[in-house]
């Protein structure tokens, strides 16, 4: 079983929905939580970092993590179809390395 | 903004050749990571060099070494290549060591024949 489980989707929305989603994850040592969004052929962008529990706010992307559940979600709002992409969970331990465990990714598509 | 830079960005070997795939951190950056990536797969860490030592190791292959440069730049060397080497292969790199703001290069994607 992977640390960090995420649905692989797809997941397929119309324009303007609000989007959800959500990892699981089993190592209760991951102190930081990150999504990526990953376009086909390119790298992951970094959208949102969190270090504790609670929300976090940017623009239209608001990450929420509940470390009690082992629980994190990414909400997007007015999704578009430029929102169209695989987004991946990821998360790390305090340490100096500080090698980032991905959940497997979940593509969403957002139809005009 | 300055981003990492991968390269080559396409690589094809064949099997029991060797590649080098080079990653050129943002500038100020003095923190680089190797990660791999697997079709339909999400990225699996190789290992990591801060102030170019090896900071940490993930699932590397004993075939494969690493080495940072004293311009921070990065270097990913693979032996006696096989099919499953087929991937793409992402660098990223970080301000501090220890920091989780990891921004990811474009990628170099090898076949191996």
């Known amino acids: 079983q992977k640390e960090v489980e995420q649905d692989p989707g797809p997941l397929s929305v119309p324009e303007g929905a609000i989007v959800s989603l959500n990892c699981t994850y089993s190592?209760?040592?991951?102190?930081?939580f990150m999504w990526y969004r990953q376009y086909s052929r390119k790298g992951p962008e970094l959208l949102m970092y969190?270090?504790?529990?609670g929300n976090k706010e940017d623009g239209r992307f608001t990450a929420q993590v509940d470390k009690s559940s082992k629980y994190i979600s990414l909400f997007i709002r007015d999704s578009q179809p430029s929102d169209s992409a695989t987004y991946l969970c990821?998360?790390?331990?305090?340490?100096?390395?500080?090698?980032?465990?991905f959940g497997g990714g979940t593509r969403l598509m957002v139809k005009p | 903004a300055a981003g990492v830079i991968q390269s080559p960005r396409h690589l094809i070997k064949e099997k029991r050749e060797t590649a080098t795939l080079k990653c050129y951190p943002i500038?100020?950056?003095?923190?680089v990571y190797w990660y791999q990536q697997g079709p339909g797969q999400d990225p699996q860490f190789l290992i990591s060099?801060?102030?170019?030592?090896?900071?940490d190791k993930g699932s590397i292959p004993d075939r494969f070494s690493a080495q940072q440069f004293s311009d921070y730049h990065s270097e990913l060397n693979m032996s006696s290549l096989e099919l499953g080497d087929s991937a793409l292969y992402f660098c990223?790199?970080?301000?501090?060591?220890?920091?989780?703001?990891?921004?990811f290069g474009p990628g170099t994607r090898l076949t191996v024949t």
């Open positions: 990223a790199s970080s301000a501090l060591a220890g920091s989780y703001e990891q921004y």
């Open positions: 190592n209760s040592a991951f102190q930081y």
């Open positions: 969190t270090y504790s529990s």
């Open positions: 990821a998360m790390s331990f305090n340490n100096a390395g500080n090698m980032l465990t």
């Open positions: 500038p100020r950056h003095d923190t």
């Open positions: 060099f801060y102030e170019k030592m090896q900071s």
